[in-house]
């Protein structure tokens, strides 16, 4: 079945994954194995796609898109591509985001960053609007949480503040992981110096997909860590303002 095969879930009236309502599609696979994801059961690769089963595929997900097309009309939303990792299945989303176009369906795809810059660079030119993570500065502890190194990411970021992708910034708020002061102020450092794009959303930490890592018998290496303070969250806020960003927590 293409749900299970290549994408994970299909999820309808989403309203924290882009402008307006939204059909989110999360893409099976992920070069990452972030401490704190909650979507584990997206990590194991797909089957390599062959071009018959990307047909069927783009087909089948382009009829589930279209079926709320009266709700991104009315709110002015559309679909986002997220997973998983959707750099991950590039041919796939590269069709979906073309047909999309076609249609005159706005495009979001979010991701982690970590691709090759050739794919990322092309899937950007193809949507609307990319969603993007900013995690850890720190090498060694972007590998620890991640299991990727930290450069991948970040010379992605540039080449497409260079190219002048539409771009939103993400910021996962981890306890005890990405909320030291040295490594938010070294974030803000590098873009500052680096990138265009001042606009950032904070997504605080949350335990929604803790009962997944019972189920799939996986390690969950927070479940003793409880979701930020409000009071931490608005203090964080205030240090990306007063930098010059402009913030906006969750979504």
């Not at 089948?60 to 990792?85: A, C, H, N, Q, R």
């Not at 949350?206 to 009071?231: C, F, R, V």
Request: with cysteine; charged share 25%; proline share 4%.
């Amino acid at each position: 079945m293409i749900e299970n095969q290549y994408v994970f879930k299909i999820q309808r009236y989403s309203i924290h994954d882009g402008p307006g309502i939204r059909t989110t599609i999360f893409f099976q696979g992920c070069p990452l194995s972030c401490y704190w994801c909650h979507n584990p059961e997206s990590h194991a690769m797909p089957l390599k796609i062959s071009m018959e089963d990307m047909d069927k595929a783009a087909v089948f997900l382009m009829k589930e898109i279209e079926k709320d097309l009266i709700f991104y009309d009315d709110s002015g939303g559309g679909v986002t591509f997220s997973g998983g990792e959707p750099l991950c299945q590039p041919q796939l989303l590269f069709r979906l985001l073309e047909r999309c176009r076609e249609k005159e369906i706005h495009t979001c795809v979010d991701t982690s960053g970590y691709g090759e810059a050739k794919v990322i660079l092309k899937a950007a030119q193809k949507a609307d609007l990319i969603f993007y993570d900013i995690k850890l500065m720190d090498e060694k502890a972007h590998k620890k949480y991640t299991g990727q190194s930290v450069a991948t990411v970040l010379d992605n970021l540039k080449q497409l503040s260079e190219q002048k992708a539409d771009v939103r910034l993400r910021f996962p708020l981890i306890p005890g992981v990405t909320d030291t002061n040295e490594n938010i102020e070294g974030i803000m450092a590098f873009l500052k110096e680096n990138i265009i794009y001042r606009d950032i959303h904070i997504l605080p930490f949350h335990k929604a997909g803790e009962g997944k890592y019972n189920s799939l018998n996986m390690k969950n290496y927070m479940k003793d860590i409880q979701a930020p303070s409000k009071e931490k969250v608005e203090k964080i806020k205030e240090q990306f303002e007063s930098n010059g960003f402009n913030v906006t927590i969750g979504g």
